[in-house]
């Protein structure tokens, strides 16, 4: 049984359908060695929640990769600039990046943000009706998280299209290109990479002599709260700065997309949300649940232990299959339904433990603000064709949500 079952996750079956593949492999071996990985696949919830407080798990998984290549490879460089974000550390060094950092992330300031948000998802709403838009990726979802980034780090609005170009760099650094096109595409990722971190090294000097209400002077300032003089240095603001577009781009981009496509496919549920918008929010929940953007959390073994009775053992890796948790009929009754009266957030779509998303409630209304609009303002709001996934392990990502809708002449706002 063991050999037939669903385990290479770039399989085109697995692309297309992560939620099947990872039921087969929770149903008959929830902890199982994949050799196409060489990696375990955890797909229990209660196993991935358990998963994410284990410290026989470690987050720092970049630094073994590197310590592994020839140092001028483009790739390694590349790795380098990115081993110090605080996601891929362990404590100490985490809890410390994410003391200092907190300071940007306060609830009151975010919820502050969600006017400005909803402005900025309707100036993107008006120019896809303007233009008679039909993908709501191009549109709406891919624009709408690195604007949002770049102004809350206090970048001039005229730098905007710069982060989309670096997110774009980094996502394909961090996700991959296949065959021949690798050594091409890091060497020229690695030359956009440089320009960013030059470009937000500028920024932090601007920001450290004229602090503004931004998150970047607030992590500038955060150190010198409580932190008994302990602060970020210039070279961890530039990584923090990255970290952000990184993780909040690409990841909210799929929210958005994966949300609009789930959400209108039943036109009954579609409306009763546009009609109903207090129903958006629990709605935004099940699809985080259903179609969250991350596939796989990845986790290196620094400890053996066991589970389930296998061995896992130091040095192996562990990837923790979030569609297979979310969908776990142990944990949620009727699994593959939208039920918008589930007992909200105990899915695992932001992750659990130290890691925890600490931009969770920044995707949230910025997921909320979007899908509640496009609905409101796109009547009849339906996708067009199948979904086309990126062949990535770590995201749900779809490369374009061509849309029709009975609005072309629905301007307005509110
Ligand atoms: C719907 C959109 C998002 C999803 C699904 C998501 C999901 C996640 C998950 C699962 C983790 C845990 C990673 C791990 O345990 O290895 C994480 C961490 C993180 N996220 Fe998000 N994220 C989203 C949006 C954002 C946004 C908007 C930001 C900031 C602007 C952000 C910043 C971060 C950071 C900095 C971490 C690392 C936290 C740490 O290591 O302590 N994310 N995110």
């Not at 100490?92 to 006017?115: D, N, V």
């Not at 120019?127 to 102004?151: H, K, N, Q, S, W």
């Not at 066991?306 to 949620?332: K, Q, S």
């Not at 990126?390 to 374009?400: D, G, H, K, N, V």
Request: charged share 25%; aromatic share 4%.
């Amino acid at each position: 049984m063991t050999d037939e079952l669903p385990d290479d996750l770039l399989a085109p079956a697995a692309i297309a359908d992560p939620d099947a593949a990872a039921a087969v492999l929770r149903t008959h071996d929830p902890v199982h060695w994949s050799p196409r990985h060489r990696a375990w696949l955890v797909t229990r919830y209660d196993d991935v929640v358990a998963a994410f407080r284990n410290p026989a798990l470690s987050s720092d998984r970049v630094r073994p990769v590197m310590e592994k290549g020839p140092s001028d490879d483009p790739s390694q460089r590349i790795l380098g600039l990115i081993s110090d974000w605080m996601v891929v550390t362990d404590p100490p060094a985490h809890t410390r990046l994410r003391r200092l950092s907190g300071a940007a992330f306060k609830q009151q300031q975010i919820a502050a943000m969600e006017e400005r948000i909803q402005a900025l998802v309707d100036e993107l709403v008006d120019a896809f009706l303007a233009e008679r838009g039909t993908d709501l990726v191009a549109g709406v979802a891919y624009p709408l998280p690195a604007i949002v980034i770049a102004e809350m780090l206090g970048a001039p609005p005229a730098d905007r299209d710069r982060f989309r170009e670096w997110s774009d760099e980094l996502a394909l650094v961090a996700f991959g290109a296949g065959g021949d096109a690798r050594p091409d595409r890091h060497a020229r990722a690695l030359r956009g990479l440089e320009e960013m971190a030059a470009y937000f090294r500028e920024l932090v000097g601007r920001r450290r002599r004229d602090p503004g209400g931004d998150m970047l002077s607030a992590m500038i300032a955060g150190g010198s709260e409580g932190s008994q003089g302990d602060a970020l240095s210039d070279d961890e603001l530039v990584g923090m700065c990255a970290l952000l577009l990184f993780a909040g781009h690409e990841t909210t981009t799929n929210a958005i997309a994966n949300a609009i496509r789930l959400l209108t496919a039943d036109p009954g549920l579609r409306d009763r949300l546009r009609d109903d918008p207090a129903l958006v929010n629990p709605a935004v929940e099940e699809s985080l649940r259903l179609v969250g953007p991350i596939k796989v959390l990845v986790r290196w073994v620094v400890a053996d232990h066991e589970l389930r009775g296998r061995t896992i053992r130091e040095g192996e890796r562990v990837y923790l299959l979030l569609p297979g948790a979310n969908r776990d009929p142990e944990r949620f009754p009727h699994p593959d339904t939208v039920d918008l009266a589930r007992e909200r957030a105990t899915h695992v779509a932001f992750g659990r433990g130290i890691h925890a998303c600490i931009g969770a409630q920044l995707a949230r209304i910025e997921t909320r603000i979007a899908v509640g609009t496009l609905l409101r303002r796109l009547p009849g709001l339906r996708v067009a064709g199948d979904p086309e996934y990126l062949p990535t392990i770590a995201s749900r990502a779809q490369t374009s949500l061509p849309v029709v809708h009975d609005g072309h002449a629905v301007g307005s706002r509110s």
